[in-house]
């Protein structure tokens, strides 16, 4: 089996509107020419971390491969690309969302480093977001961020039974 070129892994949410209709159309856009969908985790309820009352949310990662080299700017603007086909439209950090999707982690063994102003790689969030740490250790139990600490222990409550 051929290694890929470029592999990222994807965390999706939806809180408003068709969340599962929502999500199936961001994972569509991930499975697409030159990237392919090569894991898939469980869909997780989590409650919104914004401000205001909003609905739960939906989040599932994704390990998103392709056989061609991709610079993190484009999967970036993958990201973008299924977030708009979810239907979603500007509000307010932290709003509600038909969609979101983020870059979680970037390389095979998630290694890879990004920091620009338009993109933080590992998502600087994610030592906060015990919910994504266990979806990213439910698709690989061994993953760990760059600075040494492994998902699944971060995972807390969110770890499967």
């Given at each position: 089996m051929t290694?890929?070129?470029?592999v990222a892994w994807i965390g999706l949410g939806a809180n408003i509107?068709?969340?599962?209709?929502?999500?199936?159309r961001m994972?569509?856009?991930?499975d697409r020419h030159p990237v392919h969908i090569a894991a898939a985790s469980r869909v997780l309820v989590t409650r919104p971390i914004g401000p205001g009352a909003q609905p739960d949310y939906l989040n599932q990662v994704l390990r998103v491969e392709s056989p061609q080299s991709l610079?993190?700017?484009?999967?970036?603007?993958?990201?973008?690309?299924?977030?708009?086909?979810?239907?979603?439209?500007?509000?307010?950090?932290w709003g509600p969302r038909r969609g979101d999707a983020d870059i979680l982690v970037l390389g095979?063994?998630?290694?890879?480093?990004?920091?620009?102003?338009?993109?933080v790689v590992p998502h600087p969030e994610l030592a906060n977001r015990p919910f994504e740490c266990a979806l990213l250790a439910e698709l690989d139990p061994d993953l760990e961020h760059?600075?040494?600490?492994r998902y699944a222990d971060r995972a807390g409550i969110f770890v499967r039974q």
């Amino acid at each position: 089996m051929t290694e890929p070129a470029s592999v990222a892994w994807i965390g999706l949410g939806a809180n408003i509107g068709r969340r599962e209709a929502n999500l199936a159309r961001m994972r569509e856009r991930f499975d697409r020419h030159p990237v392919h969908i090569a894991a898939a985790s469980r869909v997780l309820v989590t409650r919104p971390i914004g401000p205001g009352a909003q609905p739960d949310y939906l989040n599932q990662v994704l390990r998103v491969e392709s056989p061609q080299s991709l610079r993190p700017e484009e999967w970036l603007t993958l990201c973008r690309e299924a977030e708009t086909a979810a239907g979603r439209r500007p509000t307010y950090r932290w709003g509600p969302r038909r969609g979101d999707a983020d870059i979680l982690v970037l390389g095979a063994r998630g290694q890879l480093r990004v920091d620009r102003s338009d993109l933080v790689v590992p998502h600087p969030e994610l030592a906060n977001r015990p919910f994504e740490c266990a979806l990213l250790a439910e698709l690989d139990p061994d993953l760990e961020h760059p600075d040494g600490w492994r998902y699944a222990d971060r995972a807390g409550i969110f770890v499967r039974q």
